[in-house]
């Protein structure tokens, strides 16, 4: 037990790795939220009318709405006006390409791991670096705009492509969806937008990094992603932000739209920081993810691994509309110290043949907290609809808690719908198995954690799949005996 | 909160309450004011909307009166071949004149024994029918199994139910088992009509250390009639707790059953079939609550859902920070055989402890064509086939029953249910 313990406060006092912040010139919104903030992000941003009407309609809505509180997590109420809703790093001008971009904010990035020079990028992933409530670069956007392919932050899609902004936006996840929604339809400051147009398979993956960097900052990116028919896209989305005391909101939303045979493929690695040993600080993480396989025989796949946050409310969904549509879900959500995650998936089947599938895989160690939240509901007219749920969770340390909280609401007799969880320690028999072949306790536990979440890291695309594993290695390394 | 104005509704059955358990009656009248009826947003009442059921036709409930029960209507209510002894009940009040006296086995008005601890197993405060049962009930049975007491043959509680609609039938149980005492309860409720009376009923159950306790219920109310029950146990360590709840009929049946695992070496088990038709409703909440370390549970839970009818299961597993070395397994099977059935299940589950090992498990779909198609190669029709196969997916649950003449009892109704209906 003490070597246990020896090892585990090794792990707990390891810093977090991206918990450095930069000091450069901002351009910030007054702290608080009311209209005249709306206004001012929106004639900030250059907005077309229509939008501010639609912000403003949505912070009408927002303010007749109550803070959800039925998720399993506890946090102290967050001050919505002591928060600034708009941060941006000053630059000169607006950079047109990469080389007009200021090289402190490059170097931010370099810093994370993430180049934004195209010659230096690994050859297939174009990049959205989002800081603070701003879009700093896009790269190889040339290359996909030869294709037919926008790719761009979201503040630029709505002056090139208002009527594609138009069409979409709010579309999957209304302004009057939740609490969280609402607001950040009221003041998202910036996000990536992507549209692939019909029949073109999109060569390379596409990727976000959202950083937080300005302290008081709430983070409200909006992203949308639109697959036309017979289209496909890999999509990416990386998240870090400084070590601060107080806690930060991080409030976004991301729409998936797939057109007939189109396929969606959005993979998270979310690493916000989860806060100190103490559970002190840390990013609230209340995000709305939706997709909707709007025609027959479209596929959206959500993979995500949740490292990060002190607070996670995060459940991205998929409408099955049309037919034969499949949706999947694939998640490993790790809690340490005194995270608390509440997460999981919706499979909402309308269409007929819609098939479905939930791999979640839960680690909670420490005293955190680490909820699985899903529902599966086959609507009346949805036949021969199909779902598999696989639900484990995997606990570590005697203060942690794992909870499972299924929905399954079936409304047609020819559904099939299986689900299945368990709960357990990683089990001594196992460890002793492996320490007989001479592998020490602790590769033991690698072992079995990497085996068990191995189902989930293969969806991810190659250099994410290193990265989830290199963070689940720090996460976990030693907190079982 | 409920739409329904809560101390209209309930006012003149929490007025006529009597004076006996004073303090415990305050206790939850208050709690039930604070709940109210639960309305659709209760996540606890989510797809039993009981508030608008009982606000449909009715804005003020009264209590139902005592009424006479025949003695021959008792002789042919009893199962075929069961020789156990019976106490009667009529409109949930017991009826000691046409009850059995039973060897060893203290049984009394629950009026009669002041200084019980009413509520301290069923709390008020956990649901709001269980408080307004202890609010205002009006007299409950009181049934006491003594120390090592091995009551080898199962007791019967019969009830007679006859009342109109906005009459409220509010039965209230307690029950004890000393430690290393064995006993078997078969509850069974009989409707005489068909109206929307309201049963409210509670039943408290206290096993002691190495308790043997079995609770058999058959719900086959009329078809109109409403009903919430809250039937909680307490057990002490080595002791074993067997529930078996068959629900055939109803309106619209809300059964709350609750298990806490109080000492080490204790083990909890929940069977129950759902075998609904028509417009019936019926939600299973189940329980379950590890307090503390080396205790197991075991849960299976079977629905078949036909016409209209609308299953929901909720089975909670709740494993403490203290329960290490739990195991806790979960099943919950579902087919659907109409177009128009709904089933909205969720076996849920909430694990504080680490050295632990729970699972659960949950399907709905419909019977196996393979099966069925196997049968049919052999010359059986495919509406027997199916019955059979039905009766085979519900045998399950059936064969957990150890009292022979009352499995019997049930076997007879689900193949008669299985054989006509599907």
């Given at each position: 037990m003490s070597k246990d313990n020896t090892i585990l406060e090794e792990l707990t006092s390891k810093e977090y790795e991206h918990g450095w912040s930069v000091n450069y010139e901002a351009d910030e919104a007054p702290l608080g939220l009311n209209e005249g903030i709306i206004q001012w992000i929106s004639a900030k941003k250059e907005e077309p009318q229509w939008l501010l009407e639609w912000r403003l309609k949505a912070f009408k809505t927002w303010q007749s709405m109550k803070e959800p509180e039925w998720a399993n997590v506890h946090y102290p109420k967050i001050?919505?006006?002591?928060?600034?809703?708009y941060s941006a790093p000053k630059q000169k001008k607006s950079a047109k390409n990469l080389d007009e971009v200021d090289p402190e904010l490059i170097a931010i990035y370099e810093r994370l791991?993430?180049?934004?020079n195209e010659q230096k990028r690994l050859e297939g992933i174009a990049v959205d670096a989002v800081l603070d409530s701003v879009s700093v670069a896009t790269t190889f956007r040339g290359t996909l705009s030869k294709l037919g392919i926008i790719f761009c932050s979201f503040s630029e899609a709505v002056k090139e492509h208002p009527e594609l902004v138009k069409k979409y936006l709010g579309s999957v996840v209304p302004m009057t969806d939740n609490y969280y929604a609402a607001l950040n339809s009221a003041v998202f400051s910036d996000g990536s937008f992507c549209y692939i147009p019909k029949g073109v398979r999109c060569p390379m993956e596409l990727s976000t990094y959202f950083r937080i960097n300005a302290a008081n900052t709430g983070q409200f990116e909006r992203t949308l992603i639109v697959a036309d028919d017979e289209s496909y896209v890999s999509y990416l989305e990386g998240c870090t932000a400084p070590q601060r005391d107080e806690n930060q909101l991080h409030a976004a939303v991301v729409e998936i739209y797939a057109g007939a045979q189109a396929e969606v493929k959005y993979s998270t690695v979310q690493n916000w920081f989860p806060g100190d040993k103490n559970g002190k600080g840390g990013i609230y993480n209340f995000v709305t993810k939706r997709g909707i396989c709007a025609g027959d025989f479209s596929k959206i796949s959500w993979t995500q691994v949740e490292t990060g946050s002190a607070v996670t409310w995060k459940y991205p969904s998929c409408i099955l509309k049309g037919d034969h549509s499949i949706g999947e879900f694939y998640s490993v959500a790790v809690t340490n110290n005194y995270q608390q995650a509440d997460t999981g998936t919706k499979m909402i089947h309308i269409g007929k043949n819609t098939k479905s599938r939930i791999v979640s895989k839960g680690i909670s160690a420490g005293k955190s907290q680490n909820s699985y939240r899903g529902q599966v509901q086959v609507m009346k007219?949805?036949?021969n609809a199909r779902n598999f749920s696989q639900c484990d969770s995997l606990l570590m340390g005697d203060r942690c808690g794992a909870h499972t909280f299924p929905y399954i609401d079936i409304n047609n007799a020819s559904a099939k719908v299986e689900h299945e969880a368990t709960t357990s320690k990683i089990g001594e028999d196992q460890i002793f198995y492996c320490n007989q072949r001479g592998i020490a306790t602790e590769d033991a536990v690698a072992l079995i954690v990497n085996g068990y979440a191995k189902e989930v890291l293969n969806q991810l695309p190659m250099e994410f799949a290193v990265e989830a594993q290199k963070l689940l290695a720090l996460t976990l390394e030693g907190s079982v005996g | 909160m409920s739409t329904l104005t809560k101390q209209d509704t309930f006012s003149s059955l929490l007025e006529s309450a009597p004076k006996t358990f004073e303090a415990a009656r305050a206790l939850a009248k208050e709690s039930y004011l604070v709940q109210g009826i639960p309305a659709s947003k209760a996540e606890e009442y989510k797809f039993t909307n009981i508030g608008k059921k009982l606000e449909q036709n009715i804005s003020k409930f009264t209590a139902a009166q005592t009424f006479d029960v025949a003695g021959e209507l008792v002789k042919s209510s009893i199962f075929e071949g069961f020789e156990g002894d019976v106490l009667v009940f009529s409109n949930g009040k017991f009826q000691p004149n046409l009850s059995s006296k039973i060897e060893g086995v203290e049984v009394s008005l629950i009026s009669e024994k002041t200084d019980l601890a009413l509520g301290s197993i069923a709390k008020p405060e956990k649901d709001a029918f269980a408080a307004l049962n202890q609010a205002s009930f009006e007299d409950g049975i009181f049934i006491s199994v003594p120390k090592k007491?091995?009551?080898?043959k199962p007791i019967l509680l019969l009830s007679f139910n006859q009342a109109n609609e906005g009459q409220v039938i509010q039965p209230r149980v307690w029950i004890e088992a000393g430690d290393f005492a064995e006993v078997t309860f078969i509850d069974h409720s009989i409707s005489?009509?068909?109206?929307?009376y309201f049963v409210n009923k509670v039943v408290e159950l206290k096993g002691g250390i190495n308790t043997q306790l079995s609770y058999y219920r058959l719900q086959n109310e009329g078809k109109n009639a409403i009903e919430v029950s809250s039937i909680e146990s307490d057990i002490q360590k080595d002791a074993r707790f067997t529930s078996v709840n068959i629900s055939l009929s109803g309106d619209l049946v809300r059964n709350n059953l609750s298990l806490n695992l109080l000492g080490s070496n204790s083990e909890g088990n929940m069977f129950g079939i759902f075998l609904l038709n028509g417009k019936t409703h019926v939600d299973n909440h189940t329980n379950v609550d590890h307090t503390i370390p080396h205790a197991e549970s075991h849960e299976l839970y079977k629905g078949i859902l036909a016409d209209q009818s609308r299953g929901v299961f909720n089975g909670k597993i709740f494993v403490r920070?203290?329960?290490?070395?739990t195991n806790a397994f979960q099943q919950n099977n579902n087919i659907l055989l109409s177009e128009d059935a709904i089933i909205n299940t969720k076996p849920q589950l909430e694990i504080w402890a680490d050295d632990v090992k729970c699972s659960h498990g949950c399907t709905v779909g419909q019977l196996d064509e393979e099966a069925l198609f196997y049968l049919q190669a052999r010359g059986i029709d495919k509406m027997q086939a199916k019955g059979l196969l039905l009766y085979a997916f519900a045998g399950e649950v059936l064969e957990k029953i150890q009292e022979e003449s009352f499995r019997n009892y049930c076997d007879t109704l689900v193949q008669e249910r299985l054989g006509s209906k599907f």
């Open positions: 001050d919505l006006q002591a928060l600034r809703y791991g993430i180049s934004l007219r949805a036949d | 007491a091995q009551i080898a005489l009509g068909d109206t929307a920070q203290d329960a290490q070395k």
